[in-house]
Each structure stands twice: as C-alpha cells, then as structure tokens.
C-alpha cells in the first residue's frame, strides 16, 4: 500500500509541475506579450522556438447572444464590443445571464505567414463551441466541441480540451469562439489559451493525458487492492 501512497504522490507531483512550469512560462513573458484593452494582442516580436507558451489572457471582445460569423472585414469593423475577462465567466463581471451563447473575438497582430503551424491549446471552453481563425485570406475551422445553439434543446454539450493549429497567411487575424452553455451552471473560458508551436501544443496535451489515465489506473487499482 505504501508504494502505491508515494507513486500518486510522484504522479500528482509531476501534473502540479507541468502547471507551475507553464505558469512560469507566462510570468517571464506576460510583460512583452500582453493583450491590450482593445482585445488585441502584438506578436511581431514572438518567436515560439525562443520565448515558449504565450497565454492570451486578458479582455476578449465579446458579443452577447450573436453568433458572430467568422468573416475579416466584418470583424474589422466591428468596434463597439463589450469586454469580458479570459479566463473567466461572462457573468461574473457584467450583468449577463448564467446560461445563453455569444462570441469572443480577439484581434491578432503581428503575424507571420509561416509554413510551420501556430498551435493554441483549447481548454475549459463550457459547453460547446466552434473555434475559427480569420485573416483576409481564409476563415477557417480550426476546432470544435459539441453542437451550439441558441437554445437548450438545440445545444449538445461537449467537455474537452483540445490542441488545434492555424496558418496566418497575412499579419492580422482574429481567433473567433462562438459558445454556447446551457447544460451547466454558467458559460464562458474557464482555463487560460495558449500559443506555441504546434508540435509544443500536442506534446503538451498527451502528456496531461497520459498522466490523467495513468493517475486514474492506479486509483482503480488501490479501489480492489
């Protein structure tokens, strides 16, 4: 019984790690790469092989019951959005309902048409949504979980994270989340989302899989032991 107390003690010790190690990922560069109160974020001066993860924490554009269609020169002129926090829940900081949909949006500048993927790490997104990458080259579909809906009975819930990729062919764009939660107590981003590069994002999610199953393995285990 022993070995098995100081093998979950090892697992957990090493999915706490990853955290911490992601965590200081983001404090060394949440200076240089920070997205603005216009919902925008400058990455002329990132480099994924130098400075690693770049979280995109901080006030998304959001729409509220629109599901905003994924297109440039519509997202371009839209102006007047209201600001909600990510990560977070839309209706902790204003006066929106629990339950409903919308679309975040947030402005991407300073790309570079690259033949190597940006990844970005999806995680905590309730309950189900369409994620898009738009520039004025492409609105693509980079993502998605369940069925969205306006309504509870024309929604189906999916919770999952997931690792995507896109390919900027300009050096703007817009990463588009169209949500919706009506099968849990409330809606929005709970968990931060991340850039890197592509193969970063899909070794950082089969790590955090491989330890879940391997964490709930031994758990089963110790249950019939």
């Known amino acids: ?17 990853l955290g911490k190690t992601e965590d200081r990922l ?8 920070l997205v603005n109160e216009r919902g925008s974020i400058d990455l002329s001066q990132w480099d994924p092989s130098t400075h690693g ?8 554009n959001f729409f509220w019951k629109k599901f905003v269609p994924p297109e440039y020169d519509l997202l371009e002129k839209n102006k007047k959005m209201l600001k909600v926090p990510v ?24 790309l570079k048409a690259d033949k190597l993927p940006i990844g970005l790490y999806l995680d905590g997104l309730t309950t189900s949504f369409k994620a898009y990458f738009v520039d004025k080259n492409q609105s693509t579909l980079i993502s998605k979980a369940g069925v ?3 309504t509870k009975e024309k929604t189906i819930p999916w919770f999952k994270a997931f690792p995507a990729k896109f390919n900027p062919t300009s050096d703007r764009g817009f990463l588009v989340i169209q949500i919706s939660s009506f099968h849990y107590k ?11 590069s592509y193969d970063k994002v899909l070794k950082k999610d089969k790590l955090r ?3 879940d199953f391997f964490v709930f393995g031994v758990l089963l285990i110790m249950a019939f032991y």
């Open 1 to 17: 019984m022993f070995n098995f107390k100081v093998l979950i003690l090892i697992l957990l010790s090493l999915n706490l790690s």
């Open 87 to 110: 990560p977070g829940l839309w209706s902790k900081f204003t006066n929106l309902s629990p339950s409903g949909f919308g679309t975040y949006v947030l402005e991407l500048k300073g």
């Open 26 to 33: 983001s404090e060394n560069h949440k200076k240089k790469f």
């Open 186 to 196: 409330t809606g929005g981003l709970f968990y931060s989302l991340s850039l890197d």
């Open 148 to 150: 969205i809906g306006k």
């Open 209 to 211: 899989y491989l330890i």
């Open 53 to 60: 993860e770049v979280r995109l924490d901080g006030r998304w």
